[in-house]
Every structure is written in structure tokens, then in C-alpha cells.
């Protein structure tokens, strides 16, 4: 259907449709069909000239990327998010690609300058009222840097906190995503069966595996080498 032929009230709608079925494919593992999905809600929102969700539309797109192994298109497409991010003059939107761009220098390997991106989206944040659903996230990302530095107490702690907020947030993707991390901590506290049992949980959440966490595949990989396919089957 050609974009120019709809108003925008049926812009909104098949943007918004576009992104929920783009999201659930890629829940489900299937990144490289959910690609033109992401694009072409992508296209209805550029049309529709919301300055704010375009950003943050991107860099879904960029982390949807990024699960494909095309890292380079993923870095330019988050690399355009962030200036147009800078050009919303929207803080919470620069903060929410901000924590985008933080997830995928985790998955680099690029800890300080995570910890530095994930500071900056945090301090746009500031002290304002928004979603609770932020600040889990940010607090399950600074649980995880915590474990990397080999601060187990203060990931514990953080992870805790992300913990109390995604169930207060009663948003069940949430919940399963802070799950996930806490199988991080439980691998790294040398305890492979409660990181299993917390992959299950976050399964059952979710209503099955969430594969657009980016750390999942990591944990699950390491859960089942530790425990064997039958012990992680079990847990």
C-alpha cells in the first residue's frame, strides 16, 4: 500500500501494527523477517513527522540489525537515531537511544564506554516522573556492567532494584528482560541451575522465550554447557 494514499490517522495505525508485528517476530528469533516490518513502520513515522518516536523507531531498527550479524548497517542506523535525536531537543527521547546504543556496546564488549553512554541516558532521565519500565531497564544495565567489574554485591543490589520496578511496572516483557539478567548474575555466582530456572521464568512471563534480548542467547549457551541439555531441560 503506498504511504501517500493514506491520512494520518491510518499512518498511525499501520505504523503502530508494522512495529507490533516487527516486535513479535523478533521475539520469536525471527530477526531477518522482522527487518522490513521495522522498515516500513520506520517509513510511516518519517511521513507522519513525529520528531520524537522516529528516533527511537531507529534504533529498533539498529538493534534488530545488530540480532541479524549486519553490524555495520546497525551502528550507521544508530548513529542516524542519535543525531536525530539530538535535533527532537526531546530528553527522554535522547535518553531512550542513549540506552539503545548502551545495549549494543555490551554486546561489543565495549564496557566503559557502555557504562558511559548507559550514565548519559540515565542523566537525561534525571529525577522526572516517567515509565517505570526506564528505570528497570537502566538498573538491570548497571547490574550487568557491575557483574563485568566484578561487583557482585552492587550487581545484586541493582538487579534487585530492576527487579521491584519491572513487577511494579506490570509489564510482562519487562519483568521477563530483568529476569534474564539475573541469570548473568546466578551464572557468575557459580549457580548454572538457578540460571536456568530464571531463563524458565522469563519464558513463562513472556509466554515464551524472549530472543530479542541480546543477552540471552550468551546465557542460555552458558547455562546449557554447564548443565548439559538435559539438566538445563530440567531447571
Known amino acids: ?11 498511525w495505525g499501520m505504523s503502530f501494527g508494522l512495529t507490533a508485528l516487527a516486535d513479535l517476530l523478533d521475539r520469536r528469533g525471527e530477526a531477518a523477517r522482522a527487518t522490513p516490518f521495522h522498515e516500513e513502520a520506520l517509513a510511516y513515522f518519517e511521513r507522519l513527522g513525529v520528531r520524537d518516536d522516529v528516533p527511537e523507531m531507529r534504533f529498533r ?19 542516524q537515531a542519535e543525531r536525530e535525536a539530538d ?3 526531546s530528553d527522554e527521547t535522547r535518553a531512550a537511544v542513549a540506552h539503545g546504543r548502551t545495549e549494543i556496546l555490551r554486546a561489543q564488549g565495549d564496557w566503559a564506554g557502555a557504562r558511559a553512554c548507559l550514565g548519559e541516558s540515565i542523566r537525561l532521565l534525571g529525577e522526572r516522573t516517567v515509565a517505570p519500565q526506564w528505570r528497570a531497564l537502566h ?3 548497571l547490574a550487568l556492567l557491575d557483574a563485568v567489574d566484578g561487583d557482585l554485591v552492587s550487581a545484586r543490589t541493582h538487579h ?7 513487577v511494579g511496572s506490570q509489564d510482562a516483557p519487562i519483568v521477563g528482560a ?7 548474575l546466578a551464572l557468575r555466582l557459580g549457580r548454572p541451575a538457578a540460571a536456568g530456572r530464571l531463563l524458565g521464568a522469563a519464558s513463562g512471563v513472556r509466554g515464551g522465550p524472549d530472543r530479542a534480548i541480546l543477552d540471552r542467547p550468551r546465557l542460555e549457551a552458558a547455562a ?6 538435559a539438566g538445563f531441560a530440567e531447571a
Open 61 to 79: 531498527l539498529a538493534h534488530n540489525l545488530w540480532r541479524r550479524g549486519d553490524h555495520d548497517r546497525a551502528l550507521a542506523v544508530l548513529a
Open 178 to 184: 530483568v529476569l534474564v539478567g539475573f541469570a548473568d
Open 160 to 166: 534487585d532494584q530492576a527487579l521491584k520496578l519491572a
Open 139 to 141: 538498573a538491570s544495565n
Open 87 to 89: 535535533l527532537s531537543g
Open 1 to 11: 500500500m503506498r504511504i501517500s494514499l493514506l491520512g494520518p490517522r491510518d499512518r
Open 224 to 229: 546449557r554447557a554447564a548443565l548439559g541439555e
